[in-house]
Structures are given as C-alpha cells and as structure tokens.
C-alpha cells in the first residue's frame, strides 16, 4: 500500500497516517475543512436505472460534494429543472454501471477509491468502467485517478488479467469514448482521378520509342500521396492504453472467438491497436 500522505476519510490510509502521526488523526478533506463539515449540505437521490440491472439502486448523496467532484452535476443544480425539483436525479445510460458507480461514491468522501483484493482479477476492468464513468459524470479528478491506477495495474508483470477481462476491458473503452482520429470514413471514400495527357509527361516507351501502357500506369495513382499530409488527431488517452496493452497479448486473444468479434464491432480499436503493436511489448 502506497500512501500519499494525504490525511483523508479512508480506514486503509488512516492505518498508515496514524503510525506516523502517532495515532493522532484529524479528519479533514481536501479544501482543509473538517469532514463532519460534509453532513451540513443537503442531500439528493441519485437513481442508477442501469439497462441490464434487475431493479434500480438508489444513493442518497449529498449535494455539495456532487457539485464539487462532477460537472455533471454542478450544471444539473444550477438550473431549477425537474430533477432538483423532485430531488431526485436518474441515471440510465449505458456507462451508468452501478459496479462502477460504487467507486464514485467512494471517490467523492475519501477522494480515492479502492477495489477490493477479492476483485483483483477483474480490476482492470473495473478500472476502466470508472474512468468510462468518469468521463460521462465530467469528473477529471476521478478519471485522471482511474487512469494512473489502470496504467498500473497494466504494467505490474505480475498481474495477468484473463483473455475475458481484457475483452471486456477494450469494449468498455470504446463503447464509453469517443476518438476523432478514425481515418475508417476516409478509406471508404473513393477518390476518383481524371487521366489527362499532357504534352512533355515522360511516359514508358519501347525500343522503337512508342508509349507503353502509359494510361494503365497513371491509373493506379503510384505517386499519389494525398493522404500523407492528413493530421494524426490525439486518440482517448483509455483507447491508447488497452489498445497498446492488446497488441502485447494478440499472440493469446486472436485465438478468441469473442477478440475477432470485437475487431468488426470496433474497427476503430482494429486500427488503433495495429499503430501500438510493439512486438509482444507492452509500456504503459
């Protein structure tokens, strides 16, 4: 366990601040205040109506630290719309996972989340469902936390999360970001070329100086190159990573049914992973 010496609400941290602080601990959270301070704001019922949950969960969380931790939430209270008026927000969509929303809950009193070592198999999958959710709650503390911890995770050689996680891993990624950089429009487009004889082209002759197969040569477009001055746009700093990480283990997953499934459903993670091959190697 590594501590920030960061004095926060959390009972694993306090463990360590305390021998150092002689056992001594004032609770305060980030802004210096004291953390019964947390309890004076007003609280609000925040729904998650996950799409493949059986039932809805329900938290009920207080506002100040909702506005404090996530944009999300901060624009949603600056408006008197229906969901301040009923005191009750739902979430619904999709990346709105209740596994991951745990970890948010966890985020916004301890400033820090931590996964259980029961869950180690799947946490780096859990990791990238909290920075998907990060992403879709305008958190960036959060889903800065969410990505050192994955980075980690990733490069610890002594974890080794199974073929199904890091599927699962690379589909939460990309079906919870979005990326500019996809050039898969682009190839689709076809370019059409007109073939115009111009007078003094240099064209192939044969030995009695007559043109050979000029047309056909010009045709296949040898020295177009308009695609290489084409800008390279930054890709989602989560897609980068698991697809970097794939390329390292693609030896093992293209034997996957489910890994070659995942190639149609994302071709944007096909081309992403082919740039961040590195010969069985992965550096976070």
């Known amino acids: 366990m590594v501590c920030n010496e960061t004095t926060s609400y ?3 941290r306090c463990k360590i601040c305390a021998k150092k602080a002689g056992g001594n601990i004032a609770l305060n959270i980030q802004d210096g205040s004291h953390y019964s301070t947390i309890f004076l704001s007003k609280t609000i019922e925040v729904i998650l109506n996950f799409p493949k949950s059986k039932s809805p969960t329900s938290y009920h969380l207080h506002i ?3 506005k404090k931790s996530s944009e999300y939430f901060s624009c949603l209270f600056q408006f008197a719309g ?7 927000i739902t979430l619904s969509e999709p990346t709105d996972d209740p596994e991951a929303f745990k970890y948010f809950v966890q985020f916004l009193y301890c400033n820090d989340y931590l996964i259980p070592d029961s869950y180690e198999p799947y946490a780096c999958l859990l990791h990238a469902m909290v920075y998907v959710l990060a992403e879709r709650l305008l958190a960036p503390h959060l889903k800065s936390l969410a990505m050192t911890k ?3 995770y990733l490069k610890d050689g002594k974890k080794d999360p199974s073929d199904k996680i890091i599927i699962k891993m690379v589909a939460a990624a990309y079906s919870g970001t979005y990326s500019d950089s996809f050039s898969g429009k682009a190839v689709e487009k076809k370019v059409e070329k007109k073939v115009e004889s111009k007078k003094g082209t240099d064209k192939p002759t044969t030995d009695s100086g007559s043109s050979v197969g000029a047309e056909t040569l010009e045709s296949l477009d040898l020295d177009d190159d308009s695609d290489s001055s084409s800008e390279i746009k930054p890709i989602d700093p989560l897609r980068t990573l698991v697809s970097r990480y794939a390329a390292s283990k693609l030896d093992r997953l293209r034997k996957q049914p489910k890994f070659r499934g995942l190639l149609k459903e994302f071709p944007e993670f096909t081309e992403d992973m082919m740039l961040e091959a590195n010969n069985g190697k992965f550096v976070g």
């Open 10 to 12: 959390c009972s694993r």
């Open 150 to 152: 994955l980075t980690n």
């Open 82 to 88: 229906k969901e301040v008026t009923d005191n009750r």
């Open 64 to 66: 100040d630290k909702l």
